[in-house]
């Protein structure tokens, strides 16, 4: 068995004031199109993955984040066919600026409990859990 790469990826969970999460469908043309995941995006060589996640933040949905407000919550480990995945989710419940779809996604705020409702990659599925377990 050939030995897979392994990727990092940052992910968040932006909790309102009304405990509900953001979720985004990843845009036609992307893979696993169609889907829905948490915003974030993968680690550049050298970045912590605070520093990645306030960036794809801010690149996604034009928000600003301080490191402050990002509690680590778990983390999914998940090997796609061509590459293993680490993925650490974040919680924020603070930003500055208003959250808009910049890169062509479908944004929505949902109850944790609602989360299932939502075709998501395979990597995204067990942290729902986490997320009812804190919001719930």
């Known amino acids: 068995m050939a030995e897979l790469k392994l990727t990092l990826v940052v992910a968040c969970a932006l909790v309102d004031a009304d405990k ?12 696993l199109a169609g889907l829905w995941e948490f915003p974030g995006g993968k680690c ?11 960036r794809e933040l801010n690149e996604e949905l034009g928000i600003t984040v301080a490191e402050p407000c990002l509690a ?15 993925m650490p989710l974040y919680i924020c419940r603070r930003w500055e600026g208003i959250v808009q779809a910049r890169e062509g996604q479908t944004l929505a705020w949902v109850r944790a409990n609602k989360l299932r409702d939502y075709p998501m990659p395979p990597a995204d599925i067990p942290l729902i859990p986490h997320l009812i377990d804190l919001l719930m």
């Open 44 to 54: 550049e060589p050298g970045e912590r993955p605070e520093q990645s996640l306030i």
């Open 20 to 31: 509900r999460v953001l979720i985004a469908q990843r845009p036609e043309g992307k893979t």
């Open 72 to 86: 680590p919550l778990t983390f999914a480990s998940h090997g796609y066919e061509t590459f293993h995945l680490l």
